[in-house]
């Protein structure tokens, strides 16, 4: 049966780590335009493997994001309302509001979300590719997100701390005594997320309930402050990384 999926792109307006973090040149490109073009090729693969039909949703707050995207070929009608664009809402209530709106506008159900985060932008076309048939081989999973091995790990090198003011491992465990031997963990890098449309069905959405991984073997972080940004303008125009974005 053919299906449908919606890719989001959220960009909110305020950013106060990296200004006008989302339409800031990266490598003489606008940030948001990487994920863009990555929304694009995946959709066309998609199309062409699985006969699947993709959307691409904008959810943003900003009109000088709006014209941005505009100039490139991303047009929207949708403007994200001010209560899912300030510091404290959630990206998913903000997700599932423009799945809504974009659902009633297009006159179409979707099948799966997949988010692709715009401070993220280090991803391939395989990683995207193979992170799908992942999630469409496990019918009990309701979502999958990208990540990659731990730089720390909390049954060995984190702390925190404890109710009477004194600091111990995060995690305990026996017999752990280096790092090769403690649990494996990974750290969310943000990059993307894939969603069975019910997962949105839910009155309080909860990203681990039942979640999968996509493990990258290469680097991949979030742009959360000036500096990670011009280190990966640097790692882009110097052609520094590993793979192509």
Same mark, same amino acid.
């Given at each position: 049966?053919?299906?449908?999926? /919606? ?38 693969? /998609? ?44 990206? /998913? ?10 659902e009633e506008n297009r006159g179409k159900n979707y099948d799966y979300i997949i988010d692709l985060d715009i401070s993220a932008p280090l991803r391939t076309q395989k990683d995207l590719q193979e992170a799908y ?61 894939f969603y069975k449309r019910s997962f949105f069905n839910k009155e309080k959405l909860y990203l681990f309930d039942h979640a999968d991984i996509y493990l990258m073997h290469h680097i991949s972080f979030d742009l ?16 520094? /990384?590993?793979?192509?974005?």
């Amino acid at each position: 049966m053919k299906k449908n999926i /919606l890719i989001t792109l959220c960009a909110r307006g305020g950013s106060k780590g990296i200004p006008r973090k989302n339409i800031r040149l990266l490598a003489g490109k606008p940030l948001i335009k990487y994920s863009y073009d990555h929304a694009v090729e995946f959709g066309n693969w /998609l199309l062409e493997k699985y006969g699947t039909e993709v959307d691409i949703a904008l959810s943003t707050d900003s009109k000088e994001i709006q014209e941005v995207c505009a100039s490139f070929g991303l047009h929207t009608n949708y403007t994200r309302p001010d209560f899912l664009a300030n510091d404290s809402a959630g990206k /998913l209530d903000a997700i599932k509001d423009v799945i809504h709106f974009e659902e009633e506008n297009r006159g179409k159900n979707y099948d799966y979300i997949i988010d692709l985060d715009i401070s993220a932008p280090l991803r391939t076309q395989k990683d995207l590719q193979e992170a799908y048939a992942q999630f469409l081989e496990n019918p009990l999973t309701e979502n999958l997100f990208s990540v990659n091995h731990a730089h720390k790990n909390p049954y060995f090198n984190m702390v925190e701390k404890r109710e009477d003011g004194c600091f111990d491992l995060s995690k305990k465990q026996e017999q752990v005594l280096s790092r090769q031997t403690a649990p494996q963990v990974y750290e969310m890098n943000a990059s993307f997320y894939f969603y069975k449309r019910s997962f949105f069905n839910k009155e309080k959405l909860y990203l681990f309930d039942h979640a999968d991984i996509y493990l990258m073997h290469h680097i991949s972080f979030d742009l959360d402050e000036l500096v990670d940004f011009e280190f990966l303008d640097f790692l882009v125009t110097q052609e520094k /990384l590993a793979i192509k974005i």
